[in-house]
């Protein structure tokens, strides 16, 4: 939690939200990043914050416009400030039960109540892990590397004796590229037994996937899954892709919501949710999907958006050491790898704060915040 004058949570029941901001960030990366659907050279957010009395709460919202639908126009301009204006002012006697209906109404609008979520839990002061099932907590995940179209060719042999070196076997590599069967046959060479999950970010039709799949195979590539090979809609693509190459096949831009869950599974298209907080609605969104994963018999895979801060790793962390059933955490750490500089006074914690501590569990930088606002923040405030 983010506090300026620590309170007793039991003065804040029920728990009153004062006024509400939502600040624009962009932070330079340390190097750009690129896919078949798009090219990052920045990381970039928008940050609610919520006041009560002299407590504050932050959330991180990641609009994606080819994942949920959502812009950063429309949140600063329309979604967010109509969200806060049904905050503003009322009372939250069970913030839990306050945010499941939340999460009811929220639509495809689940990146902006991810942001809400997270910043309403911070400012109450309840741990992240404390709104997820009850389980044993778990020892961290280890990461997965995330390589792009950022790494050349030439470069990708020299990159897998790296990852061969130190010991990682979690590989996700970017396809859709001109140069892909080469691409991967430089990788398998070094890593050798790593079998590679492949991320075609909706690059291919159904029928240029499974001849590029049964290609891949034939030059002796392991192949682990393939990601959103054909576009989100096409289901049919997905279900066809699966059971003519026997890849499996992980669902990210075509899984958002519950609904789109049940259309997955109804139509036998996918055997491996993708699960990424931001694109689901935040804690309470991803971890119901996880769950009914299990019951399908289906697998799960945890995943981070590209530039995001250490609001939403630290959310990440949490999420992956509570839930059962992920083998890494690709992009973990990546507000201190990827990021010029972070939001958090000490990125790190992200990864090594206490899982009961309040909140968050970390404590934001309002200079870094600050200094990486870009135009006018969106602040808005209960009526006297």
């Known amino acids: 939690m983010s506090v300026e004058s620590p309170v007793p949570a039991a003065r804040l029941d029920p728990l009153v939200i004062a006024s509400v901001e939502l600040v624009h960030v962009r932070i330079p990366m340390q ?65 839990v039960s306050f945010l499941r209906s939340e999460l009811e109404r929220a639509g495809r609008d689940l990146a902006l109540c991810c942001g809400f979520e997270l910043a309403l839990l911070d400012l109450a002061g309840i741990p992240l892990a404390h709104v997820l099932p009850a389980r044993a907590p778990r020892a961290p995940l280890p990461g997965g590397v995330v390589l792009g179209f950022e790494v050349p060719t ?32 430089a990788l398998a060479k070094v890593l050798e037994d790593v079998p590679l999950r492949l991320d075609a970010n909706e690059a291919w039709t159904t029928d240029e996937a499974i001849q590029r799949l049964r290609s891949f195979s034939a030059a002796g590539i392991r192949i682990a899954s393939i990601e959103q090979p054909v576009l989100a809609h096409d289901l049919a693509g997905l279900r066809r892709i699966r059971v003519e190459t026997g890849v499996p096949v992980m669902a990210d831009e075509s899984l958002c919501s519950w609904a789109d869950a049940e259309r997955l599974i109804e139509a036998e298209a996918v055997d491996v949710f ?111």
């Not at 928008?46 to 994942?67: K, S």
């Not at 990159?159 to 590229?177: D, E, F, P, Y």
């Open 154 to 185: 030439e470069q990708l042999g020299k990159r897998a004796a790296m990852l061969r070196l130190s010991g990682n076997t979690h590989v996700k590599v970017k396809v859709g590229h001109a140069q892909d069967l080469e691409r991967l046959g």
């Open 31 to 95: 190097a750009a990043f690129a896919h078949a659907s798009h090219t990052r050279a920045e990381g970039e957010a928008i940050v609610v914050v919520l006041r009560a009395g002299d407590r504050v709460g932050y959330g991180e919202i990641q609009p994606r416009p080819y994942v949920t639908g959502e812009t950063y126009e429309g949140v600063l301009g329309q979604t967010g400030p109509a969200l806060a204006r049904r905050w503003l002012g009322a009372p939250i006697e069970d913030v």
């Open 274 to 384: 993708h699960v990424r907080l931001a694109k689901m609605g935040g804690l309470l969104g991803a971890a119901r999907l996880v769950e009914l994963a299990a019951a399908r018999g289906l697998g799960v895979h945890l995943g981070t958006m590209v530039g995001e801060t250490g609001i939403l790793s630290r959310a990440a962390e949490v999420f992956g050491r509570v839930m059962p059933g992920f083998g890494c955490l690709d992009g973990k750490a990546q507000n201190e790898r990827v990021l010029s500089a972070d939001l958090l006074e000490e990125p790190a914690a992200a990864r090594s704060a206490a899982l009961d501590a309040p909140g968050l569990g970390v404590r934001i930088s309002p200079e870094r915040l600050a200094r990486f606002t870009v135009g006018p923040v969106v602040a808005l405030s209960a009526s006297p």
